[in-house]
């Protein structure tokens, strides 16, 4: 960067530049360099797959039908209370159905992250400036910037 300063300062006193220009290339180089110089973060967590997809959905037993049929998914847990159907394949869910308004809405979708430790991946994404929240809907999830629920868990 040193050699293209000098050139810059040549330039200008040789008349090829005006002060202007002069002030805005090094001005620029200057920016250029901050954003060369400047790491990048490490990321919160470290994403190792699609955990599952959970959809809100008018008639839990013709969904449930639907994705068996289809997909050749078996039923992987539930959660009667709250009309909540997990399907996948052996002990892996894929879809979780919600019996729940709106309906035909993706309300959140799962990422397992490796190592996971709920108060280290919370301290952690705290420190990336998002805010974790646990509850019914999303489990431990955050918000992305489209208002998305991203639930986190274990890989």
Do not use: W
């Not at 040549?10 to 110089?37: H, K, P, W």
């Not at 892996?92 to 992250?113: E, W, Y």
């Not at 190592?115 to 999830?141: I, Q, W, Y």
């Amino acid at each position: 960067m040193e050699l293209v300063i000098s050139q810059l300062i040549d330039r200008f006193e040789r008349g090829a530049l005006t002060r202007r220009e002069l002030v805005q290339g090094l001005a620029m180089l200057s920016a250029g360099g901050a954003l060369c110089e400047a790491q990048p973060r490490p990321a919160a967590t470290q994403g190792a797959r699609i955990d599952h997809v959970s959809i809100q959905v008018r008639d839990l037993p013709r969904s449930v039908g639907f994705y068996q049929e289809m997909f050749g998914f078996s039923v992987v847990s539930e959660d009667k209370p709250n009309e909540i159907v997990r399907l996948g394949v052996e002990k892996s869910v894929l879809v979780s159905l919600h019996h729940k308004n709106p309906t035909g809405l993706v309300d959140h979708f799962a990422i397992g992250v490796r190592n996971f430790n709920k108060d280290t991946v919370a301290r952690t994404l705290k420190e990336h400036g998002a805010e974790p929240s646990d509850n019914l809907d999303a489990g431990f999830h955050i918000v992305d910037p489209e208002g998305i629920n991203v639930q986190i868990m274990g890989a």
